[in-house]
């Protein structure tokens, strides 16, 4: 595990931080309300509400923000694992696969538990000198625990070169 998980962690729970790098880094997030609401080594959860910038015409959250909170959902576990690295590590999302169940009208929560994979991943890129790919799975339930949606995201790592 990255020494500066902890560090990472504290990064995201303050408030006005992480409103901060989303503003900057993904304002689309931002907007539609997307939150992490849970942040471990080895799990994390997310959330987007309905509301007016995230809905669909049909009554619902729109899909591409359902997507967007699954993949913040993997996301930010590789964030965990690759904050700080000596030698850097970069990430990339190479793949999606989504299945859809139920329709999103509340708070839908997604839960990712592929921390230990996704760091598992990251280490083996540096010991490889190669990129290494890990498949994330994340699903969103509704409040009352039933599945809407069920995301499979695949993450490249590489071990990033150093100039001379």
């Known amino acids: 595990m990255n020494i500066n998980s902890a560090a990472f962690v504290k990064l995201v729970k303050h408030p006005l931080k992480f409103r901060i790098f989303l503003l900057t880094k993904l304002p689309s997030a931002l907007f539609c309300g997307v939150r992490v609401s849970e942040i471990h080594?080895?799990?994390?959860?997310?959330?987007?509400?309905?509301?007016?910038?995230?809905?669909?015409?049909?009554?619902?959250?729109?899909?591409?923000?359902?997507?967007?909170?699954?993949?913040?959902?993997?996301?930010?576990?590789g964030l965990m694992h690759v904050y700080k690295r000596d030698p850097a590590v970069s990430m990339l999302v190479v793949g999606m696969k989504a299945d859809y169940y139920k329709k999103a009208v509340g708070l839908t929560t997604?839960?990712?538990?592929?921390?230990?994979?996704?760091?598992?991943?990251?280490?083996?890129?540096?010991?490889?000198?190669?990129?290494?790919?890990?498949?994330?799975?994340?699903?969103?339930?509704?409040?009352?625990?039933?599945?809407?949606?069920?995301?499979?995201?695949?993450?490249?790592?590489?071990?990033?070169?150093?100039?001379?």
């Open 41 to 77: 080594p080895t799990i994390s959860k997310v959330t987007v509400p309905y509301k007016w910038f995230s809905r669909n015409p049909f009554r619902s959250t729109y899909f591409a923000c359902l997507a967007m909170a699954a993949e913040m959902s993997t996301g930010v576990l």
């Open 110 to 164: 997604f839960t990712c538990e592929d921390g230990q994979e996704i760091s598992d991943a990251v280490e083996r890129s540096i010991l490889a000198k190669e990129s290494q790919t890990v498949i994330a799975k994340s699903t969103g339930t509704n409040d009352k625990g039933e599945l809407v949606a069920e995301f499979q995201i695949t993450w490249s790592f590489k071990m990033k070169n150093k100039l001379s």
